[in-house]
């Protein structure tokens, strides 16, 4: 079986083909279009480190069917921000060494650039630590984690005023 | 030859909460990890897990599941191709048996009874659903009870020695009050991020891996001994680890047969296990039932601790949790003892998970101090100083360093300690809340493995350092770095670091929270080589503002050599090397503990973690509200990192005290939660009011750089000090972890 979409994936819009229909947004991405910086974890979206955002949503991919996806716009951590740049969200999590190993880190970063545009959380500790509780971190950085967020959402909603760190907590 | 002064201590780079040189490569995505790299005509690998614990293996529908399309080959232990290294042999200190398809028994669930090799994942998916497996059963034996304990006989790793010190019968008659108690703690399964993984690749007898290795030069002799190669036939990538946490120091059974399936297939060939077989093959950390019996005189100093831990291993290997000892080192009991007794059950062999023996015996050890302290009418603090141990008990050996009584100290004072109810469910939150405050000592060894480096100067003044560390997350891309770029006196930016590959000199092991120790050390001599060349050339040099310094000190910072004693007798590397032939120097270094240093004092990190727990007192749901640890490990390279690593040690005891557990099905043997929906690891919303403090430590015995390491000892400590605030909230006593709602209730 061959199957076709067309994706608007990291701001391209291009026709896909693909085999199979069991495959997955996350193995599509990480085996048929070389897009390996969204990992797997669990394969069962139980651990959060295959989100991408899919029409601006964050969407665990390994339990989103290619096929569905027709005329989507997906973002990966590839395409967070253009080459040679960071997002305000990529620099806080170094800033604040909210990682460690880094393999959940991807599904980190998009979880949070999901949360801030979901303007759910704010710069709330609490709200944030429960709004990216669905994305596991085995070396437990979730310390960073939070004021990672905080950080990047002061610099995001308030460019001006913001501080480099986040707050307590 | 000129003196080398030793670089200074706290000097421009060692010591600086530098980000992480990795950084961008991980928020980017751009860091490949070993499942990340796609050679052409790549096959992929999975392995069907065995359903049942004990057993054999009757009938695999082999036909069908080859007919599927995309599924290339499927291997079974009918038609394994020969392997040069037998499986019940250990090639190497840190070895375990493996099951690589040799038979049709049964010994674990979870252990892989064939492979399918296909052209797509998804094939390889069906392949596995399709083979069908019928098995001939037996009863597995999956809990303590179900067989008769052994003593553990001694033998290294994973089977730890008796210890005793004193008449320890004596010592129990001469108490005046006496404590006899059992812990239980349950079975722990590793569950890095990223799971085990390999992509493995041929050509000719030559193979190469990029595989997630906690110990690169370890794994290439193993596995050229799997595979009957040379050991410099072998090259493993392994930039960057998706966590280790001690299962990925060893290889595993489903990687050495994705490696000779590669070889057979002649194409390359992937293996990234299911979360599901992270419960099985690689390791875990066994369950243990602990009996610890204390006595205390009329004093309250402790008369005897006696320890003695039961833990399963598997059918075929001996990994024993050492969980007794960590009441060796810690109190100044008149008698010692410690024993650790076996159990064989039909489970994988367990292995080293993030502080092997000291996270299990110190959450038992430090709810029976807890309860001592109970029973004598004591602050638990008070109780601790007063059993304060100022040189090793048992040997009398000095510590290295110990600044434990200012951890306790600071980190009570940060806590509020001293605003403690000594008896139970005495505070209550705005909302109701029972307010419960624990503590407990934390303690981990600081051990040395072995470790080489090389050292590169260039001519303009820049430098290359290499050595096949390995980064799981603790920060070796920077730390060792920092380290190096001390040695050789340049700032951090001067400085290329090469690392996690095997074709770099040997970095020795990431365990035991000794890497940085080690393969600092290395680095450290290796630079400092480097230099003392760099010294005896500007010193025979006339026109060197060096020359003819004779015996007198030399020195590296910031680029340049200067004379100690005369810092104006200075000159660049770049200008030294350009009048000697603009050739670059190269040096070499290694590290390794020398035995009498090991002889001579004890060694260990210490600290001491404060938690706040709040419990509804109806529904007996627990929160750790507030945790401070503060800890005094020596000298810290990157106190950025090493907060981290301090705070996700504190988490992982979170996890121990409440949530991680798996259980067995008692008819399959199988573990029922084995994903990570029902295996509870820790989320954010768990992790409120977490603080790290790190005391300031100078020990010149423990290395030459004072390093005694983080990784580990944050668990250690943790979980005891969440039990006790358990207790202090509730009044209730749960001896066992991880303490579940039930168990609240049920009391």
């Given at each position: 079986?061959?199957?076709?979409?067309?994706?608007?994936?990291?701001?391209?819009?291009?026709?896909?083909a693909?085999?199979?229909?069991?495959?997955?947004?996350?193995?599509?991405?990480?085996?048929?279009?070389?897009?390996?910086?969204?990992?797997?974890?669990?394969?069962?979206?139980?651990?959060?480190?295959?989100?991408?955002?899919?029409?601006?949503?964050?969407?665990?991919?390994?339990?989103?069917?290619?096929?569905?996806?027709?005329?989507?716009?997906?973002?990966?951590?590839?395409?967070?921000?253009?080459?040679?740049?960071?997002?305000?969200?990529?620099?806080?999590?170094?800033d604040?060494?909210?990682?460690?190993?880094?393999?959940?880190?991807?599904?980190?970063?998009?979880?949070a650039?999901?949360?801030?545009?979901?303007?759910?959380?704010?710069?709330?500790?609490?709200?944030?630590?429960?709004?990216?509780?669905?994305?596991?971190?085995?070396?437990?950085?979730?310390?960073?984690?939070t004021?990672?967020?905080?950080?990047?959402?002061?610099?995001?909603?308030?460019?001006?005023?913001?501080?480099?760190?986040?707050?307590?907590? | 030859?000129?003196?080398?002064?030793?670089?200074?201590?706290?000097?421009?780079?060692?010591?600086?909460?530098?980000?992480?040189?990795?950084?961008?490569?991980?928020?980017?995505?751009?860091?490949?990890?070993?499942?990340?790299?796609?050679?052409?005509?790549?096959?992929?690998?999975?392995?069907?897990?065995?359903?049942?614990?004990?057993?054999?293996?009757?009938?695999?529908?082999?036909?069908?599941?080859?007919?599927?399309?995309?599924?290339?080959?499927?291997?079974?232990?009918?038609?394994?191709?020969?392997?040069?290294?037998?499986?019940?042999?250990?090639?190497?200190?840190?070895?375990?048996?493996?099951?690589?398809?040799?038979?049709?028994?049964?010994?674990?669930?979870?252990?892989?009874?064939?492979?399918?090799?296909?052209e797509?994942?998804?094939?390889?998916?069906?392949?596995?659903?399709?083979?069908?497996?019928?098995?001939?059963?037996?009863?597995?034996?999956?809990?303590?009870?179900?067989?008769?304990?052994?003593?553990?006989?001694?033998?290294?790793?994973?089977?730890?020695?008796?210890?005793?010190?004193?008449?320890?019968?004596?010592?129990?008659?001469?108490?005046?009050?006496a404590?006899d108690?059992?812990?239980?703690?349950?079975?722990?399964?590793?569950?890095?991020?990223?799971?085990?993984?390999?992509?493995?690749?041929?050509?000719?007898?030559?193979?190469?891996?990029?595989?997630?290795?906690?110990?690169?030069?370890?794994?290439?002799?193993?596995?050229?001994?799997?595979?009957?190669?040379?050991?410099?036939?072998?090259?493993?990538?392994?930039?960057?680890?998706?966590?280790?946490?001690?299962?990925?120091?060893?290889?595993?059974?489903?990687?050495?047969?994705?490696?000779?399936?590669?070889?057979?297939?002649?194409?390359?060939?992937?293996?990234?296990?299911?979360?599901?077989?992270?419960?099985?093959?690689?390791?875990?950390?066994?369950?243990?039932?602990?009996?610890?019996?204390?006595?205390?005189?009329?004093?309250?100093?402790?008369?005897?601790?006696?320890?003695?831990?039961?833990?399963?291993?598997?059918?075929?290997?001996?990994?024993?949790?050492?969980?007794?000892?960590?009441?060796?080192?810690?109190?100044?009991?008149?008698?010692?003892r410690?024993t650790?007794?076996?159990?064989?059950?039909?489970?994988?062999t367990?292995?080293?998970?993030?502080?092997?023996?000291?996270?299990?015996?110190?959450?038992?050890?430090?709810?029976?101090?807890?309860?001592?302290?109970?029973?004598?009418?004591?602050?638990?603090?008070?109780?601790?100083?007063?059993?304060?141990a100022?040189?090793?008990?048992?040997?009398?050996?000095?510590?290295?360093?110990?600044?434990?009584?200012?951890?306790?100290?600071?980190?009570?004072?940060?806590?509020?300690?001293?605003?403690?109810?000594?008896?139970?469910?005495?505070?209550?939150?705005?909302?109701?809340?029972?307010?419960?405050?624990?503590?407990?000592?934390?303690?981990?060894?600081?051990?040395?493995?072995?470790?080489?480096?090389?050292?590169?100067?260039?001519?303009?003044?820049?430098?290359?350092?290499?050595?096949?560390?390995?980064?799981?997350?603790?920060?070796?891309?920077?730390?060792?770095?920092?380290?190096?770029?001390?040695?050789?006196?340049?700032?951090?930016?001067?400085?290329?670091?090469?690392?996690?590959?095997?074709?770099?000199?040997?970095?020795?092991?990431?365990?035991?929270?000794?890497?940085?120790?080690?393969?600092?050390?290395?680095?450290?001599?290796?630079?400092?080589?480097?230099?003392?060349?760099?010294?005896?050339?500007?010193?025979?040099?006339?026109?060197?503002?060096?020359h003819?310094?004779?015996?007198?000190?030399?020195?590296?910072?910031d680029?340049?050599?200067?004379?100690v004693?005369?810092?104006?007798?200075?000159?660049?590397?770049?200008?030294?090397?350009?009048?000697?032939?603009?050739?670059?120097?190269?040096?070499?270094?290694?590290?390794a503990?020398?035995?009498?240093?090991?002889?001579?004092h004890?060694?260990?990190?210490?600290?001491?973690?404060?938690?706040?727990?709040?419990?509804?007192?109806?529904?007996?749901?627990?929160?750790?509200?507030?945790?401070?640890?503060?800890?005094?490990?020596?000298?810290?390279?990157?106190?950025?990192?090493?907060?981290?690593?301090?705070?996700?040690?504190?988490?992982?005891?979170?996890?121990?005290?409440?949530?991680?557990?798996?259980?067995?099905?008692?008819?399959?043997?199988?573990?029922?939660?084995?994903?990570?929906?029902?295996?509870?690891?820790?989320?954010?919303?768990?992790?409120?009011?977490?603080?790290?403090?790190?005391?300031?430590?100078?020990?010149?015995?423990?290395?030459?750089?004072?390093?005694?390491?983080?990784?580990?000892?944050?668990?250690?400590?943790?979980?005891?000090?969440?039990?006790?605030?358990i207790?202090?909230?509730?009044?209730?006593?749960?001896?066992?972890?991880?303490?579940?709602?039930?168990?609240?209730?049920?009391e």
């Amino acid at each position: 079986m061959s199957l076709s979409i067309t994706l608007t994936l990291n701001g391209v819009t291009r026709a896909i083909a693909f085999e199979d229909a069991r495959v997955t947004l996350l193995d599509l991405l990480r085996d048929r279009l070389d897009l390996p910086g969204t990992k797997k974890g669990c394969d069962r979206g139980q651990c959060g480190a295959c989100t991408v955002l899919v029409n601006g949503r964050r969407t665990t991919a390994c339990l989103t069917l290619a096929a569905t996806l027709e005329g989507a716009e997906v973002t990966t951590i590839e395409g967070l921000a253009p080459e040679g740049t960071l997002h305000p969200v990529q620099q806080a999590f170094i800033d604040n060494d909210a990682f460690q190993c880094g393999y959940c880190t991807p599904g980190q970063i998009m979880s949070a650039v999901g949360l801030i545009a979901e303007g759910r959380a704010g710069t709330d500790p609490e709200r944030i630590r429960e709004g990216m509780s669905g994305n596991i971190c085995r070396c437990a950085a979730y310390h960073g984690i939070t004021l990672a967020v905080q950080q990047a959402t002061r610099s995001m909603v308030h460019p001006d005023t913001a501080a480099k760190t986040g707050d307590a907590a | 030859m000129p003196e080398i002064a030793q670089p200074f201590r706290f000097g421009s780079n060692a010591g600086q909460p530098v980000t992480r040189r990795d950084g961008i490569a991980k928020v980017t995505g751009a860091a490949a990890f070993a499942a990340d790299t796609a050679p052409a005509g790549l096959l992929h690998a999975l392995c069907a897990p065995a359903a049942i614990a004990r057993g054999r293996v009757t009938h695999l529908d082999i036909a069908r599941a080859e007919s599927h399309p995309g599924v290339v080959r499927v291997l079974t232990p009918a038609n394994r191709p020969f392997l040069e290294g037998d499986p019940a042999e250990k090639p190497t200190m840190f070895s375990f048996r493996i099951e690589v398809l040799q038979d049709d028994s049964v010994r674990y669930a979870g252990q892989p009874i064939a492979m399918v090799l296909a052209e797509t994942p998804e094939a390889a998916a069906e392949g596995v659903r399709l083979l069908n497996p019928q098995y001939a059963a037996e009863t597995p034996r999956v809990t303590l009870d179900e067989e008769a304990a052994y003593p553990v006989e001694p033998g290294g790793f994973g089977r730890p020695a008796a210890t005793l010190h004193g008449d320890i019968e004596a010592a129990h008659g001469a108490a005046t009050r006496a404590l006899d108690v059992t812990y239980t703690t349950a079975p722990q399964y590793h569950n890095a991020m990223e799971t085990h993984a390999v992509v493995a690749e041929w050509t000719g007898d030559r193979l190469h891996l990029a595989l997630p290795s906690q110990a690169l030069a370890m794994s290439c002799a193993a596995y050229a001994w799997f595979f009957g190669i040379p050991v410099e036939n072998v090259t493993l990538s392994s930039p960057y680890l998706g966590g280790g946490f001690g299962s990925k120091a060893i290889p595993t059974g489903p990687q050495v047969l994705a490696i000779l399936a590669a070889r057979v297939l002649g194409r390359p060939v992937k293996l990234m296990l299911p979360r599901a077989q992270m419960f099985g093959p690689t390791g875990h950390r066994g369950a243990t039932r602990q009996r610890l019996r204390l006595g205390i005189d009329d004093d309250f100093a402790l008369t005897a601790l006696d320890h003695d831990s039961l833990s399963e291993t598997s059918s075929f290997d001996d990994f024993h949790e050492p969980a007794a000892n960590a009441s060796q080192g810690l109190y100044a009991a008149q008698a010692l003892r410690s024993t650790h007794r076996g159990v064989r059950l039909d489970v994988g062999t367990p292995g080293p998970m993030r502080a092997p023996g000291e996270a299990s015996g110190s959450a038992a050890l430090e709810c029976a101090m807890d309860e001592m302290a109970e029973q004598a009418g004591l602050d638990p603090l008070a109780f601790r100083l007063l059993n304060y141990a100022e040189t090793e008990p048992g040997t009398g050996r000095p510590y290295s360093s110990k600044a434990l009584r200012d951890c306790y100290r600071l980190g009570a004072e940060r806590f509020g300690w001293a605003h403690r109810p000594l008896t139970p469910r005495q505070m209550r939150d705005a909302e109701g809340m029972l307010v419960g405050w624990g503590m407990g000592t934390a303690l981990f060894p600081a051990p040395m493995f072995q470790a080489q480096a090389r050292a590169t100067l260039n001519p303009d003044g820049t430098a290359l350092v290499e050595t096949a560390a390995a980064d799981m997350g603790q920060g070796a891309w920077t730390a060792l770095a920092q380290i190096a770029a001390d040695a050789l006196g340049l700032p951090l930016e001067k400085v290329t670091f090469h690392s996690g590959h095997s074709s770099l000199p040997d970095g020795g092991v990431a365990g035991g929270s000794g890497h940085t120790a080690t393969a600092g050390g290395a680095l450290h001599a290796a630079g400092t080589d480097v230099i003392r060349q760099l010294a005896e050339i500007a010193t025979a040099d006339p026109a060197s503002p060096l020359h003819g310094a004779g015996n007198a000190r030399v020195a590296a910072r910031d680029g340049q050599l200067f004379l100690v004693d005369d810092e104006t007798r200075a000159e660049a590397f770049e200008a030294i090397l350009a009048r000697h032939g603009g050739q670059s120097l190269t040096g070499g270094g290694s590290a390794a503990r020398p035995p009498e240093d090991a002889q001579r004092h004890a060694m260990s990190s210490h600290g001491a973690v404060f938690a706040e727990v709040k419990v509804d007192p109806e529904l007996c749901q627990v929160r750790v509200t507030r945790l401070v640890g503060a800890f005094a490990a020596g000298r810290i390279i990157n106190p950025r990192l090493a907060d981290s690593q301090l705070y996700g040690g504190m988490i992982w005891g979170i996890g121990m005290a409440l949530h991680e557990e798996a259980h067995h099905d008692p008819r399959t043997g199988r573990v029922l939660n084995a994903d990570l929906a029902g295996y509870h690891v820790p989320v954010n919303a768990d992790v409120t009011g977490l603080e790290v403090l790190t005391v300031h430590e100078e020990d010149p015995h423990v290395n030459i750089l004072g390093i005694k390491g983080v990784g580990e000892i944050g668990v250690t400590g943790t979980v005891g000090a969440i039990g006790n605030a358990i207790w202090h909230a509730t009044g209730k006593r749960i001896r066992r972890f991880p303490i579940r709602i039930e168990d609240l209730l049920a009391e």
